[in-house]
Each structure stands twice: as structure tokens, then as C-alpha cells.
């Protein structure tokens, strides 16, 4: 507990912050069940990074991995070490300079991308599957074969002392029995040292995400954690609200990047608005936030209205693009902007881009169909330019490439 809750009054904090007191009234804490402290499991490096233009070097991943560690955070999210040689230095190099850090990577559900996690001596997998119906048909198939392929990565990441998340993305689209589906029989196995429900289009209210992580603890002894986004401007109520029912370990972002849940919003609410610790130094926020935002030349993440929220680069959403691309649905998209007057959903490439991200642009260009074979030629000659700019491939840029690339084939 903070210091602030030894007194009568815990809404009141001499010299540091004067709240309201209804937070603290004895009907609403007596539905309340959070943890003595809770984990801050930084994303800023990963998911932070997936905002479109946004490109972190290493030796900036390092100085925000130091930076992070010296606040308090032990928990760091360094990249997807599987698809880009760039994330795998770094996370090998923040992994071996900050050896009391957790240092994890996101990772498929493939033998692979465990394999690349160990040669980068990281600690921790945070292993994703998609909870969607579509999207488990376009995967695997069904939802036994998606838990099958979890359970194989998942095992053979605990055979070599990988501490392993699975990540329900998506997971507040799915109904409660689709999440049963996956959690239980994936818990029965021992697999998985945490549950993360993931709010990945940030439409779950705080009442809805809090029974959620309600439901999830009783489905398996196993600890829960909180990924929201801020689609809808719910990305730290949601997660303070998982905090209330009992969520061991909460994911943030500096400066919401990518409309992640803010690291210093979900902190100091925690620690003002409803008394749990997080093990933060709160003095050095500001100092960080300016970092993070010197090196990601991006400010705040804003829903609706901000630059970056009608943007697509990462490569797993630009592949629903490609793949729903003739249907008159737009199924990739979590909600309609063109109901504030937008333009809908925009294909960026960029570091975060993947194969079919070439062959959207390509549609979107008007150019023909590379195939698989060249755009993931054209792939990495996407990548090595958005990592030396720091920035978005353009469409001029592109076209430059896509010449290079089919002439080559063609001569």
C-alpha cells in the first residue's frame, strides 16, 4: 500500500495531491480486490514502436531500457526479436546490460520465434494468439489447432526456462466462452506463468474489463495482466479498473505510444486514485517522456482526432487488409471513421511492415501483384530504409523499390 493509505483520509497526501474521497468510500473499496503491488510491464519498445513513423535504433532502446530501469521498471518489452535483426541486437544487448531486468519479446506461436527469443538470452515470451473467429480460421483453422500450436511453442519455451505470457489479442472481442476455450485446456498443461487479455481496438469499457479480468482469474490459477488500448479513450481507466479486480501486472507505454495505456497516467493513478504501489520512482517520468519523445518525433496519441489513428503499419493488420481487400466489409477495421468525417483506415510501410504490407501498397498503388516472393524481397529493402530515416517508407520511395525489384526479376 502507498503511504498515503496509513491515515484516515487516503485521498489526501500533504504537499503531493488532494483527491476525491469518494474514491475511497467504503462501498466502493468492498468491491475491490487488487494486489498488494502491482508489476509495470513496459511495451514502449515494442508495441510503442508499432505507432506508424515511429523507428527506435538500438542505441536508443538502450538509453529507454536504462532509463526505465532506473525509474523501477523490471519488466521490459524489447521488440518481436523474430522479424527484425535490428530488435534482436537490441534486445540481446538490453538483456545483457540490464541482467535484473525481465527483458521479453512478443512471439507467434512458432518453434522459430522461441528459438530467435533464446539467442537473444531474453527471459521472457510473450506468445500471441488472435482471438477473433476470422482471424483463427485465416491462422490455424480452429480454435483446437490454434491452442495445439501455442501449447507446442509454450512448451518448448518452459523446456528452456522462458518465463511464457500467452496473449489473448483481441481478447475483449471474444466472447467468454471463446476465452474458456483458450485459457483452460492451455492452463492444464503448465505451460504459462500469465494470462494477458488483451484490449487491442481499446473498445472494452472499465465495468466490462474489470469483470473480464474477474472471469479470467477463475478460470486458472494463473496471474493476470492487462493490455489496453486508448482506441476509445479508456486505455488507463481500463487498466486502473483491471487493477481494482485483482490484475497482478499491467502493460503502459511512455506517452501512450501507439494509444497504449500511458505509463505515467496508469502510475499515478494507482498510486493517487486508488492506493496500490506499482514500485515506480516517480521523479524521473518527465525526464523520460521527454526521451522517449526526442527519439520517437511523436507526441502524445490521441483517439479519434490524432495523426496516427487512421494509420496501419504493423505487419499482422496490414495482412487483414490484404487479405479482406475486394469485400465490400472493411473487417480490418475495429470502427468506422468516416462517422466523425475521417478517411478510413491508411496503409503506412515502414520497419513494422510485413510481406503482405508490400503487396497492399502495391494494390493501393494501382501496381501489379509482386507475389510473395518479391515483396519479401522488397520487404527488406523497406525495412533497412525506414530504419536509416527513422521514419515511413513513402509512396514515391515505394515505387522506387517495386522498380528495382520486378526489373531485376524480369532481366
Request: glycine share 8%; proline share 4%; net charge negative.
Amino acid at each position: 500500500m502507498s503511504d498515503n493509505q496509513a491515515t484516515d483520509t487516503p485521498w489526501i497526501n500533504p504537499g503531493k495531491w488532494f483527491v476525491s474521497p469518494h474514491n475511497f468510500a467504503p462501498e466502493v473499496l468492498k468491491t475491490f480486490h487488487p494486489q498488494p503491488r502491482v508489476n509495470i510491464y513496459d511495451v514502449t519498445l515494442r508495441d510503442g514502436e508499432q505507432q506508424p513513423g515511429v523507428v527506435f535504433r538500438t542505441e536508443e532502446k538502450l538509453r529507454i531500457a536504462h532509463a526505465l530501469y532506473d525509474m523501477g521498471v523490471k519488466h521490459i518489452e524489447s521488440g518481436m526479436v523474430a522479424v527484425s535483426p535490428e530488435d534482436a541486437d537490441a534486445a540481446a544487448r538490453v538483456a545483457k546490460e540490464l541482467p535484473n531486468v525481465e527483458v521479453a519479446s512478443l512471439a507467434r506461436t512458432t518453434k522459430g520465434d522461441i528459438e530467435a527469443a533464446l539467442r537473444c538470452g531474453v527471459k521472457r515470451v510473450t506468445i500471441e494468439v488472435m482471438t477473433a473467429d476470422g482471424t483463427i480460421k485465416l491462422i490455424w483453422g480452429s480454435v483446437e489447432k490454434a491452442v495445439d500450436s501455442f501449447l507446442q511453442a509454450a512448451t518448448f519455451a518452459k523446456q528452456n526456462g522462458l518465463y511464457v505470457n500467452l496473449f489473448l489479442s483481441d481478447g475483449t472481442r471474444a466472447t467468454m466462452q471463446r476465452l474458456r476455450e483458450f485459457v483452460v485446456p492451455i492452463a492444464k498443461e503448465n505451460c504459462i506463468d500469465s494470462v494477458a487479455i488483451v484490449d487491442t481496438f481499446g473498445c472494452a469499457t472499465p465495468w466490462g474489463f474489470s469483470h473480464l479480468v474477474s472471469e479470467l482469474r477463475k478460470m486458472s490459477s494463473a496471474p493476470v495482466e492487462a493490455h489496453c488500448h486508448d482506441t476509445w479513450g479508456f486505455g488507463t481507466a481500463n487498466t486502473i479498473a483491471a487493477i481494482t479486480a485483482g490484475a497482478s501486472t499491467i502493460h503502459t507505454a511512455v506517452n501512450g505510444l501507439n494509444g497504449n495505456a500511458s505509463l505515467d497516467e496508469c502510475v499515478m493513478a494507482a498510486k493517487a486514485l486508488i492506493g496500490v504501489e506499482t514500485g515506480i520512482k516517480t521523479e524521473g517520468i518527465f525526464a523520460l517522456s521527454n526521451l522517449v519523445k526526442e527519439y520517437s518525433k511523436s507526441d502524445w496519441y490521441k483517439p479519434f482526432l490524432g495523426w496516427s489513428a487512421n494509420k496501419w503499419e504493423a505487419g499482422i493488420p496490414t495482412g487483414f487488409m490484404w487479405q479482406w481487400r475486394n469485400t465490400p466489409e472493411k473487417f480490418y477495421e475495429m470502427l468506422d471513421l468516416g462517422m466523425i468525417g475521417r478517411p478510413p483506415a491508411e496503409l503506412v510501410i515502414g520497419k513494422k511492415s510485413g510481406r503482405q504490407s508490400m503487396r497492399m501498397k502495391a494494390y493501393l498503388l494501382k501496381l501489379d501483384d509482386p507475389g510473395d516472393d518479391k515483396a519479401t524481397e522488397m520487404l527488406g529493402q523497406v525495412k533497412r530504409l525506414s530504419e536509416e530515416k527513422k521514419g515511413e517508407v513513402t509512396d514515391d520511395e515505394f515505387r522506387k523499390i517495386y522498380s528495382a525489384v520486378m526489373s531485376a526479376a524480369a532481366a
